[in-house]
Structure formats: structure tokens, C-alpha cells
């Protein structure tokens, strides 16, 4: 019983909000004009998300102000329980509340085809045959385990059309379209 | 003999009377040292936030400003992101302390804290260019 105390509360909402923004940072920098272009779109949500986001910090710092008036001995030491640990769940619930909303204006998408559902499945079944694992899988992880390969491709191969052609998913799946569908 | 072992025993007294000291001195200095940085840290933090809230008040023209400034908003995710991981490796660092009670945990988890807060002042200052004019 002696594991158990507060602090978890801490580090589970620490762990939530460190894989939000991880998740945000790696979408927005793998795609960035369209996670730009998600947040102008979005931009009321953006900007909700946003304000929330600053608020929370302003209450995490006041948090650090109440501690620094404890120390001084202007608030008695029974204020960290009554006042600064709900302003630091608050920050916590205001934080992942704000993170969510960032995540979800800017994680990706699946392209929908205004099209029979037939027609559809059949072009998604063509684009997943042709395109190669790396960008049918969305697994950052999977990602990571293939670069090695895509590297290896990068330094031997000698086609730059074939490089062109492999490394632009969208080009490709245009050209399938144009020819398939 | 007897003279030599009380003049040694004195000494070590006195060495552990100011290690204790010594101690005492420097987790009331560190604690000063913490919450000092925190209240520099923390009054821009606070005073930047504010402006961007005032800022954030024009949608159309602070949504622009995000999409065209879109290498420095990437700078803020990223200050964002070390942020919540120094605070989750000191949130892991306190919970230690809490079990073993060593000092030396304390103190690294307080200067992480600190690192965290520069981490977050930085995303609030690039925030805080991004949306002026």
C-alpha cells in the first residue's frame, strides 16, 4: 500500500499529456501544411483549444506561486492540500482537455471518394496492393522499423523517376486513379 | 590513548554536526534556489499568457497568423512536448523520493522542474510571436 499515494495521480497525467503532444508534434511535423491547413480550417476549435491550452499554464504557474507564499510562510502549510493541489488538478483536467482538442483538428484523416462504396473499395484495395508497406502503414513504430529499408532503397537505387514515383504517395495515387479508375 | 581517542571522537562529531549542517543549509538553500526560479520563470510565463489571451480574441487574424507562421507554431509543439516530458520524469522522480526519501532525487527532480518551466516559457514566448502583429 505504501506504492500508492498521490503522485501517481501526477505521473499517469504527465504520461496522457506527454503522449498527446507527442502525437501532435509527430503528426504536425510529418504533414505540416495539412495540419496547418487543419488548424486554419478548424480555426474556432484551434483557437478554443488554444486558450484553454494558456489558461491551464497561467493555473500550473499559480500553483508554483502558492508554494513559493507557503514557503515564505504567508499561507500555512495545510494550503497545499486545499488550494494547490486543486489548482494543479485543474491545470492537469484543463491541459489533456486542451490537447485532446489540438488532436483532434490535427491528426490525419481518411481520404473519402465521392463514389460508390464498390468503386471505393476497389480503389483503396489497388492503392494498398501497389503502395508499398511503409505508407499503408500509419504505425509510427512499423514506420520506424522500415527506414532502414527506405534508406537502403534511397542509396541503390539509380532510377530517379522510380524514386519520384515511390516517395510521393499522392503523385502515385493520382496516377492509379488515372489509369485504374 | 584516552587523549587521542576523545580528540578523535570530538572531531568526528564535529564533522557529522556539520554535515548535518551542511545538509540542513543545503536543502533550505535549494528550496530558496527552486522557488526563486519559479517566480522569475513563472511572472512571464503568466504575463506572456495574458497577452495571448488578448491576442487569441481575433479568430480570423490569429488563425492566419498560426497557418502562415507555421515553422515557429512547430517550435512551440516541440517546447510543448519537452515540457510534459521533463514533467513526467520529475512526477516519476518525486514518486521515487516519496519511497526511498534520498535527497538526491529531490534535487534532480527540482532542477528538471525547472528545466520543465524554461521548456514552457519558451513554447509561451514563441506562442506569444506567432499571434502578434
Redesign the interface.
Known amino acids: 500500500m505504501e506504492y500508492l499515494n498521490p503522485v501517481l495521480v501526477g505521473i499517469f497525467a504527465s504520461l496522457i499529456a506527454s503522449y498527446l503532444t507527442l502525437r501532435i508534434r509527430l503528426y504536425s511535423s510529418q504533414k505540416i501544411k495539412y495540419s496547418l491547413a487543419r488548424l486554419f480550417l478548424k480555426k474556432n476549435e484551434t483557437m478554443r483549444s488554444l486558450k484553454i491550452l494558456i489558461s491551464s499554464l497561467i493555473i500550473f504557474v499559480s500553483g508554483r506561486m502558492i508554494s513559493m507564499l507557503i514557503l515564505l510562510n504567508v499561507l500555512e502549510e495545510s494550503a497545499i492540500y486545499y488550494i494547490r493541489v486543486p489548482i494543479d488538478s485543474v491545470a492537469t483536467i484543463l491541459l489533456t482537455y486542451s490537447l485532446i482538442i489540438l488532436y483532434s483538428v490535427i491528426r490525419p484523416r481518411e481520404v473519402r471518394f465521392k463514389s460508390s462504396d464498390a468503386h471505393q473499395r476497389e480503389a483503396k484495395r489497388q492503392v494498398d496492393r501497389e503502395i508499398h508497406p511503409f505508407h499503408a502503414h500509419k504505425n509510427f513504430f512499423i514506420k520506424f522499423l522500415y527506414s532502414p529499408l527506405i534508406l537502403h532503397r534511397c542509396i541503390f537505387s539509380v532510377h530517379s523517376e522510380f524514386l519520384v514515383w515511390h516517395y510521393t504517395p499522392s503523385l502515385r495515387m493520382h496516377r492509379s486513379f488515372k489509369n485504374g479508375c | 590513548m584516552d587523549r587521542l581517542s576523545i580528540k578523535f571522537k570530538s572531531n568526528l562529531r564535529a564533522i557529522i554536526y556539520l554535515k548535518l549542517l551542511l545538509e540542513v543549509w543545503w536543502m533550505d538553500y535549494f528550496?530558496?534556489f527552486r522557488?526563486t526560479v519559479?517566480?522569475l520563470l513563472?511572472l512571464p510565463?503568466?504575463f506572456y499568457?495574458?497577452r495571448?489571451?488578448l491576442k487569441?480574441g481575433n479568430?480570423?487574424v490569429?488563425?492566419?497568423r498560426?497557418?502562415l507562421r507555421?515553422d515557429r507554431?512547430?517550435k512551440f509543439?516541440?517546447d510543448?512536448?519537452f515540457f510534459?516530458?521533463s514533467?513526467?520524469v520529475?512526477?516519476?522522480l518525486?514518486?521515487l523520493w516519496?519511497?526511498t526519501n534520498l535527497e538526491v532525487l529531490r534535487i534532480s527532480g527540482g532542477l528538471i522542474s525547472i528545466l520543465a518551466?524554461t521548456f514552457?516559457l519558451s513554447a509561451?514566448i514563441n506562442?506569444s510571436r506567432i499571434v502578434e502583429a
Open positions: 528550496m530558496a522557488e519559479y517566480v513563472g510565463i503568466i499568457g495574458v495571448i489571451l487569441l479568430v480570423n490569429s488563425s492566419s498560426l497557418f507555421g507554431f512547430l509543439l516541440g510543448l512536448l510534459s516530458l514533467c513526467l520529475f512526477a516519476v518525486i514518486y516519496w519511497l518551466l514552457l509561451v506562442l
